[in-house]
């Protein structure tokens, strides 16, 4: 894995905080599976948190030259997926992360450990 992909999803875990998304958590999914390399995981209260959170990682990301690949989820804003191939970013309201639960999922997954950054 490249450090370009490292630091690409060091940024989306960063751009999630910047929109205060909760339990900010890297699962190296590339390390268990050819899926991608990072599944970044992220928490948002409200569908409004939670398309602030996807606007915002998508936005720098363009500019950044990285659109996704493809999105899905938004118009409900339960669960919004956003793949940029190496990176797959889930943005989930509380109830819709514990219902699926992508940590128990991929529990064998190296995870980095919860994202926070101080305020």
Do not use: C
Not at 52 to 73: F, N, S
Not at 86 to 114: C, D
Request: charged residues 25%; negative net charge; glycine residues 6%.
């Amino acid at each position: 894995m490249s450090q370009d992909i490292e630091n690409l999803a060091n940024m989306v875990q960063d751009l999630a905080a910047d929109k205060k998304a909760s339990d900010i958590l890297a699962l190296e999914v590339g390390k268990v599976s050819t899926v991608a390399d990072y599944f970044i995981i992220a928490t948002g209260n409200t569908k409004t948190q939670v398309h602030a959170i996807a606007d915002h990682i998508q936005q720098t990301l363009k500019e950044e030259g990285h659109p996704p690949l493809h999105r899905e989820g938004y118009n409900e804003g339960l669960w919004v997926l956003l793949d940029y191939g190496s990176i797959v970013v889930h943005i989930f309201q509380p109830e819709e992360r514990k219902f699926y639960n992508l940590e128990r999922i991929w529990n064998q997954a190296p995870r980095t450990a919860s994202f926070s950054r101080p305020d």
